[in-house]
């Protein structure tokens, strides 16, 4: 199976290209996702800080909703997110393929997932081309081969890879607070001396 076979009628498509760099206003009432709004381990994405704009109409389409996958499709990371929660109209820039799925065939979280992992990085570090910056073209990215198990695994599998995603996010953040504590006591060591 590839995800040519388990996306919609519109299910694979290029995010909006803006002619010119995206203009953040502060009263905009769609946000506007870019590469800057990814977080570092490719997990997700920073809803409350987006760019926003209001001066342009975008077509329905193009504004994201639960259960889309952004797909990073330029540079060297290529790594795929699914949209679990759209608090306000959000759009994805060019940077990005949104995949929509048949969620009766496979699950977003499960296919975000599976894109993600070696076996598909593979594919696509063999597929890239450009020199100055590497890109995947969508008939690539359909043409990824997929394994595509029961519903019910694909559940358990994303499922846990969320929970191992937030853990890792959790013990990075313990890491880095454990080791602002103790420069600090440090720093307050010559202060005291």
Do not use: C
């Not at 820039?93 to 009766?104: L, M, P, Y």
């Amino acid at each position: 199976m590839t995800i040519n076979e388990i996306i919609t009628k519109e299910g694979l498509f290029s995010g909006y290209s803006f002619r010119e760099k995206v203009e953040h206003n502060p009263d905009g009432h769609v946000g506007i996702i870019q590469m800057k709004d990814i977080f570092n381990d490719y997990s997700n994405f920073d809803f409350l800080n987006l760019d926003k704009v209001s001066d342009i109409l975008f077509k329905d389409k193009f504004y994201l909703t639960k259960g889309d996958i952004l797909f990073v499709s330029k540079g060297v990371n290529n790594y795929a997110i699914a949209i679990d929660n759209v608090a306000f109209p959000v759009v994805a820039s060019a940077t990005f393929f949104i995949i929509r799925v048949n969620k009766e065939k496979i699950l977003p979280e499960y296919l975000a997932w599976f894109m993600n992992q070696k076996e598909a990085q593979n594919y696509f570090s063999e597929k890239k081309a450009g020199t100055y910056v590497p890109n995947l073209n969508k008939q690539d990215i359909m043409d990824l081969p997929l394994k595509v198990p029961p519903l019910k695994i694909q559940s358990y599998i994303a499922k846990t890879a969320i929970l191992l995603n937030q853990e890792v996010s959790i013990l990075e953040k313990i890491k880095t607070n454990r080791k602002e504590l103790i420069q600090a006591q440090l720093i307050n060591l010559i202060k005291n001396d």
